[in-house]
């Protein structure tokens, strides 16, 4: 802390410091956010009108960020995209680490039977490559919004059980979840009160961490044409739908690549600068 | 003591082949019990229903699905893949050398990113906090957060747009000379080293920096060993088991970047016939592909497994 304090670049909030970069990359974060809860009051132009008579139209006024390969707005499209990339993603990391948390601490509580099935079972899960299990599922079942969220969960829930299970295995040893377990409370009450408390912090960071695992393979998918279906688009469609104009350095397949790299980056980032005491694996 | 590891490494291939199991029923399961009725898709919308009760009856859709997956589990045995819905080859056929191009890029990528990686991690852990290790780890931190189709969008435009070096797309069998096969392989090969080498980079630089970080390397500098001495003597032989883990795992990645590569690229292999036939719901052609990759990916994994087991001092 004492070097947290000599540096320029920390300031002091709310008795934690926080680095510079840190800072701005939650404000980015902050600003998809709003992009992608007021994106249908933001679009300057409907995202299916054809606005252009030229196709991957450069930017100019009117059209900051050029028309896409129909001569559609892109700005407007890409505006909408952040709904679908962040919603889609925001559902599925939720349910991913929801699951994968609860499911990991009951497996650090009970132990036995339970915990090894559990942990061999989802261990198996995780060693199919994610972006081969989503292949598979939208090959069986075809590709909409519940099922993306679904697949994207079920994809990421091993990892997020794996992480849990640890932290909370460390936890589970320490004397009060003994004198907790002595006094007769339930599993419920353990890993709510008890065991949640403790490992609440690295399981938020870790959060944020699978956010863009899911970010980059829904982006994947769309790009392989097998995400979002059309005419919706997420930024991954959105680059696929104008890879066309790659030759001619259009800001369609541009900006939309662009746009994911800045949300994911500035995801990383914000983790890699939150407090040591927050990030902490063991704290 | 020997035994120790043995057993450990023995214990490891055990949940390897169980894992195995496990995977191959969740690839059946997911292409076979989901929604979604093989038989009327194949025929169309068209089909009369008894048409679509002939074709289940021939295509022992009826059977209760824990034989299916064992007559599915003999015919992988035996060799027998299944044929394609979609042209109603031999799906051995069909992947036979689309497999070839695929372990070809696989192959050439992974003789390029080992020594790239392995030298920028190794040298960026040893010039820790320098301006050069600053750009590497930002650089790679930057690779790893964005899509693998991002990488190659920028590739492109960086050596076919701008620069014009490179053809944008691959087409093996226009490969005449020596040239023709460098161009068509340059862009999805500098496109996945990029991919792979960033995670190789991130985790050999952790693994040294967590040796030199021991007593042992510290007293080495104490005895007045020069930088490369000490890195090179007495870090690295024991850093070497932490590295080849790293490489093992940061090949696993290979299997996500080349279904994005050999799509965006139009490469002629293995992934993109997966992808081709995603499309299509050809579905014997997916479960195929599909146990090729996990295959690969759990040999990768299992791999740097037992290398992590074999190269721990305190096992032995």
């Known amino acids: 802390m004492t070097i947290a304090h000599a540096t320029t670049s920390r300031r002091s909030f709310l008795g934690h410091s926080y680095s510079v970069v840190g800072v701005v990359a939650a404000l980015v974060i902050l600003a998809w956010t709003l992009v992608a809860i007021l994106a249908p009051y933001l679009i300057p132009h409907s995202i299916g009108d054809i606005v252009d008579d030229d196709y991957f ?159 980059l393979l829904l982006s994947g998918l769309s790009f392989l044409g097998l995400g979002l279906q059309p005419p919706l688009a997420d930024w991954g469609a959105l680059v696929r739908e104008n890879i066309g104009g790659l030759p001619f350095v259009a800001p369609a397949v541009i900006v939309p690549s662009l746009a994911i790299a800045c949300l994911t980056i500035s995801v990383n980032l914000l983790i890699d600068n939150l407090p040591q005491k927050i990030r902490d694996r063991d704290a | 003591m020997k035994s120790g590891v043995l057993n450990l490494v023995l214990k490891r291939l055990g949940i390897a082949a169980v894992t195995l199991l496990i995977v191959l029923f969740a690839v059946f399961f997911a292409t076979s019990m989901l929604p979604g009725d093989t038989a009327s898709i194949l025929l169309g919308q068209a089909a009369t229903p008894e048409a679509v009760a002939g074709l289940r009856e021939a295509m022992h859709l009826n059977d209760p699905a824990i034989l299916r997956f064992l007559l599915w589990l003999v015919g992988l045995v035996h060799g027998d893949l299944g044929t394609s819905y979609a042209n109603e080859m031999p799906v051995a056929a069909l992947i036979g050398g689309r497999l070839v191009n695929t372990m070809k890029l696989a192959g050439i990528t992974t003789l390029l990113s080992v020594p790239l990686a392995l030298t920028l991690g190794i040298t960026a852990a040893m010039l820790r906090g320098s301006v050069y290790d600053r750009t590497v780890t930002i650089l790679s931190i930057g690779i790893i957060s964005v899509p693998e189709f991002m990488v190659a969008t920028l590739a492109v435009l960086l050596f076919a747009v701008y620069l014009k070096w490179l053809p944008a797309l691959s087409s093996v069998n226009e490969a005449h000379s020596l040239t023709d096969l460098v161009r068509i392989y340059a862009m999805p090969v500098i496109t996945l080293t990029f991919v792979i080498s960033a995670q190789m980079i991130r985790m050999t630089r952790a693994a040294v920096i967590e040796t030199l970080s021991t007593p042992y390397v510290e007293m080495a500098l104490l005895k007045g060993a020069s930088r490369g001495r000490m890195v090179l003597r007495h870090a690295l032989p024991n850093a070497l088991g932490p590295i080849v883990n790293a490489v093992a795992l940061s090949l696993s990645y290979l299997v996500g970047g080349v279904i994005i590569v050999e799509t965006i690229f139009n490469y002629p292999g293995i992934a993109k016939l997966m992808v081709d036939a995603v499309a299509t719901r050809d579905l014997p052609l997916i479960q195929s592909c599909a146990m090729i990759f996990c295959l690969g990916y759990l040999f990768l994994i299992t791999a740097a497994d037992v290398v992590a087991i074999m190269s721990n001092p305190r096992l032995r």
Do not use: H
């Open chain 1, 57 to 215: 139209g450069p930017m100019r006024q009117g059209l900051w960020l050029g028309s896409d390969y129909l001569g559609r707005d892109m700005l407007s499209r890409v505006l909408m995209g952040a709904r679908y990339t962040v919603g889609i993603s925001l559902a599925a990391v939720s349910i991913a680490c929801f699951s994968g948390v609860v499911l990991g601490m009951i497996a650090a509580v009970t132990g036995g039977w339970l915990d090894t099935c559990l942990s061999r079972f989802l261990d198996a899960m995780n060693s199919i490559p994610s972006k081969l299990f989503g292949l598979v599922v939208v090959a069986a079942v075809g590709s909409s919004i519940p099922v993306l969220i679904l697949t994207l969960a079920v994809i990421y829930i091993p990892g997020a059980y794996r992480f849990a299970r640890a932290l909370a295995v460390n936890i589970n040893t320490m004397d009060f979840i003994t004198v907790a377990r002595v006094r007769g409370e339930s599993t419920a009450y353990l890993i709510g009160s008890e065991i949640l408390p403790n490992i609440i912090r690295p399981v938020l960071a870790d959060f944020g961490l699978r956010f863009v695992f899911i970010v």
